[in-house]
């Protein structure tokens, strides 16, 4: 069992920054990708941004373009939010692909933008 440990998150004013971490514990496949999906209530959850292990490759949502970058550090992914838009206001949920031993959310953590 794999659990996702969420931290980050809050309001901020249009154009600042807030920084997401998640960090996974328990039993990972050799290869696996861990990514931040967003959800706004009444709409379809989309990603944001993702991560593959061990290789380190990221992908960014097409909403993206240059605003936010994801890293990692062990078994930690950090999502920096830069630039940030009331339209990026929404429900941030930390995934886990963990190849064959199945996939795991976060709990989710609000990310408000408004002045």
């Known amino acids: 069992q794999v659990q996702l440990v969420e931290s980050g998150g809050g309001s901020v004013q249009p154009g600042g920054s807030l920084r997401l971490s998640c960090a996974a514990s328990?039993?990972?496949?050799?290869?696996?990708?861990m990514a931040w999906y967003r959800q706004v209530v009444g709409e379809e959850r989309e990603l944001v941004a993702g991560?593959?292990?061990?290789?380190?490759f990221p992908h960014y949502g097409e909403f993206v373009k240059g605003r936010f970058n994801i890293s990692r550090d062990g078994n930690t992914i950090a999502l920096q939010m830069n630039s940030l838009k009331p339209e990026d206001t929404a429900v941030y949920y930390c995934?886990?692909?963990?190849?064959?031993?199945?996939?795991?959310w976060g709990q989710g953590t609000q990310v408000t933008v408004s002045s």
């Open positions: 991560i593959n292990f061990p290789h380190g």
């Open positions: 995934h886990l692909d963990n190849g064959p031993l199945g996939k795991s």
């Open positions: 328990g039993t990972l496949y050799p290869i696996y990708v």
